[in-house]
């Protein structure tokens, strides 16, 4: 069986978590290919609520084995800390399996990441603080240290010393805060090691292998197209690759295993932390989207940036990662306007332009271009096929897809899991 993406088309908190625990039933292995405790996933099921950070959605569904892959950046007391609430809740965890190659965010990472923000003042990128940046820069500069390197004492020494050796001179010398020492960065981590080796494997060898048995592979991003640091509003982005090619990177399985990329689409746009955002509202109908889709970030507790829906965007989205699937997700926030604006191109300059600019000037001076589609006043939460949407919303829909470059094949009407709409099957 083939392995299938599912991605963020815009700036993440589009809903990814409703769309993999939908798809639970229907797959063997739900991967977690990059990014750290710097997104959060929410997945409602009956009256529970559970806010994921580190762990893959498909730790919810009895059936599937979730994995951390290779590409992810891992605070251990954050995953384990995050592992035992759910084992208070009732939900299994021991299925859980961790790439040996992950990279472990330790106490410097988060205190640079903080302090450093701090510094930027004005110029700030908008970090969550949680050290996900310093740990993914570590790693390509070659001293990030891997979970496999909690198992073998001197390795992890000498790999703390060499970090440590360098991250002082900043911390006292330029941002004139206390060192770290290489003992209390030790001891914390060792502890670490014995609760974590029952989960720590070669994911990617176990991947391929569920592969070639004909198993379903679900590969879960984090964050959201937007967000990839190559191919997001850098460098207002996040620290790795959200999109498709990432999703090969940061699981070890080859990019010709994947068939299927599914791109996770919000009704309107929302966006965290700084940077560029062409159909932001500042008025009434922002703060209503905002209070009416329960705009605040799960991991960060800060309130979205809300506007109307962007078709550049999502067009860029289908370029970028080879979509072949939309998953619409809260279509229902936008019940009761009478008129709903679509983004469908920008003025930059005093020119039409169609596509994302290129250019970090250009999309800052981007003005969005707006058709006016009618809107619907029904409730939509009980519609179990798109023939049960009012007209306006179905013609919403429609004109989506029709902008976007992809079929939108499935529609989330409520936050409820079974308040979605399958136009078809995603998976077979």
Not at 46 to 53: E, F, I, N, T
Not at 201 to 215: E, I, P, W, Y
Not at 359 to 366: P, Y
Request: with cysteine.
């Amino acid at each position: 069986m083939p392995a299938v993406v599912l991605l963020g088309a815009q700036w993440g908190d589009e809903g990814k978590g409703k769309a993999t625990d939908l798809l639970g039933d229907q797959v063997d292995y739900v991967v977690r290919y990059q990014g750290g405790n710097n997104a959060g996933h929410t997945v409602v099921i009956g009256d529970q609520r559970y806010a994921l950070h580190l762990l893959p959605s498909g730790i919810l569904s009895p059936n599937v084995i979730p994995v951390i892959g290779n590409g992810v950046v891992i605070d251990p007391a954050v995953l384990l800390a995050e592992i035992k609430g759910l084992n208070e809740r009732g939900i299994n965890t021991s299925k859980l399996k961790i790439s040996t190659n992950a990279h472990l965010i330790t106490p410097y990472h988060r205190t640079i990441d903080k302090v450093s923000e701090r510094f930027l003042g004005k110029s700030k990128i908008g970090t969550t603080g949680r050290g996900i940046g310093p740990a993914y820069a570590d790693k390509i500069n070659r001293i990030g240290i891997r979970v496999q390197d909690l198992f073998d004492l001197s390795i992890l020494k000498q790999k703390v010393e060499a970090a440590l050796h360098d991250k002082n001179q900043i911390l006292i010398k330029v941002f004139n805060r206390k060192g770290i020492t290489v003992d209390e960065v030790i001891d914390e981590y060792l502890d670490y090691a014995q609760v974590l080796k029952p989960y720590v494997t070669d994911t990617s060898l176990l991947l391929d292998q569920a592969l070639s048995q004909g198993k379903v592979v679900l590969l879960e991003g984090s964050q959201g197209t937007l967000l990839d640091v190559d191919h997001g509003t850098y460098p207002f982005v996040t620290s790795s690759n959200p999109t498709a090619g990432g999703a090969s990177t940061g699981s070890g399985i080859g990019p010709t295993k994947i068939t299927r990329v599914i791109g996770i689409l919000k009704a309107y746009t929302t966006r965290v932390g700084s940077g560029p955002f062409p159909t932001e509202l500042f008025d009434a109908d922002g703060e209503a989207l905002r209070k009416i889709g329960g705009e605040v970030g799960v991991t960060t507790g800060r309130n979205r940036r809300c506007g109307w829906f962007d078709a550049p965007i999502a067009r860029y989205a289908v370029r970028i990662n080879g979509l072949t699937d939309f998953f619409l997700t809260k279509l229902d926030v936008l019940t009761g306007w009478e008129k709903i604006p679509v983004c469908v191109a920008y003025e930059i300059d005093g020119l039409r332009v169609e596509e994302l600019p290129a250019s970090q000037t250009d999309f800052h001076h981007a003005k969005p271009i707006y058709e006016y589609l009618p809107g619907w006043s029904e409730n939509i939460s009980k519609a179990k096929s798109v023939a049960d949407l009012p007209k306006n919303a179905q013609e919403y829909v429609k004109f989506l897809e029709k902008i976007s470059g992809a079929p939108i094949s499935a529609i989330g009407v409520g936050p409820g899991r079974d308040e979605t709409i399958v136009v078809r099957d995603l998976i077979k």
